[in-house]
């Protein structure tokens, strides 16, 4: 029994019902992939690199299924009362409140764990039932078992090239799930989505896009993450408020993607290259 706030704020879940479709641009079967798995009751998990589309990608499923979409994100402290639900004292009375799994599960929402190995295993245990035909939460707490409602999805995304081998999923996980592989998109798609999202002219958004398609091809470059979709987007933001394609790859790509200053004079010297600037500016 805690004292505390909200367990929604404490456990960084975010509830969306848009009125528009999230903007999404299908790179291959995922979309039919998915809304079969759905259909049938199955699991989920959405496998690639961070900044590839994946919560986005659910967040247009949500809206095609007309679900409502429950996002945690999931880090090494996250208990199974964080998602299942806790007592907490409310001035004199003790209530009970749900954790966002359980309240998918009695709305019959979408429930997305996004980054679901950062959670501990006795976390993610109690999605079994959940994950399998039973689609049963079982809460200890209250000594109930609940049926999901229907409309109910298990959703959850990892990192496949970025953690260790002991906080990999464990296999009984696995196999309750259907699996969709995220990649980067090709150029010209990434290049519209960069357009798109930040309202940047097509050339300077090819240019970034080349530039992350080469940071993709460093195999040791000493970066733990290469560019994603979302950092180059993030550039383009930066261009389009004024500065220079140089200052905006430094400042949201080379930038957040290492703190080594031997690799960050790589990339600078990589921005130079492939990041011309017509003005002269060095940036
Ligand atoms: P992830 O969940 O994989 O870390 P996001 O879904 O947050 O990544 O995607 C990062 C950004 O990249 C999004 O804000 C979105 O603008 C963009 N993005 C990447 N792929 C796509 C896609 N296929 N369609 C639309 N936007 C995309």
Request: glycine fraction near 18%.
């Given at each position: 029994m805690t004292n505390e706030p909200t367990t929604a704020s404490r456990n960084g879940a975010s509830d969306i019902s848009p009125s528009d479709r999230p903007y999404y641009r299908s790179v291959g079967n995922e979309e039919a992939v998915f809304k079969a798995a759905f259909r049938q009751g199955l699991s989920v998990m959405l496998k690639g690199?961070?900044?590839?589309g994946k919560t986005r990608f659910v967040e247009a499923m949500a809206y095609d299924l007309g679900r409502p979409l429950i996002t945690v994100a999931c880090h090494?402290?996250?208990?199974t009362a964080d998602l299942v639900g806790r007592y907490l004292l409310r001035g004199d009375e003790t209530v009970w409140v749900d954790g966002p799994l359980t309240r998918a599960v009695r709305e019959g929402a979408l429930c997305y764990l996004d980054e679901?190995?950062?959670?501990?295993q006795d976390t993610t245990v109690v999605l079994h039932p959940l994950g399998d035909h039973r689609r049963q939460l079982p809460i200890e707490r209250l000594g109930v078992t609940l049926d999901a409602a229907p409309g109910f999805g298990l959703v959850v995304s990892y990192n496949?090239?970025?953690?260790s081998v002991l906080k990999d999923l464990k296999d009984s996980t696995r196999q309750r799930m259907v699996a969709i592989d995220f990649s980067y998109p090709s150029p010209d798609i990434e290049e519209g989505l960069v357009v798109h999202e930040s309202g940047v002219d097509h050339s300077t958004a090819a240019e970034l896009v080349r530039f992350g398609q080469a940071i993709r091809k460093l195999?040791?470059?000493?970066?733990r993450e290469v560019a994603s979709t979302r950092v180059l987007i993030a550039a383009a933001q930066l261009v389009v408020e004024g500065l220079t394609v140089r200052e905006a790859a430094r400042a949201a790509i080379a930038g957040p993607l290492t703190d080594d200053a031997g690799v960050s004079r790589g990339l600078n010297e990589m921005i130079d290259v492939y990041l011309g600037d017509p003005t002269g500016q060095t940036g």
């Open positions: 690199p961070t900044g590839c090494d402290d996250l208990t679901v190995v950062e959670a501990r496949p090239g970025y953690q195999e040791t470059g000493g970066l």
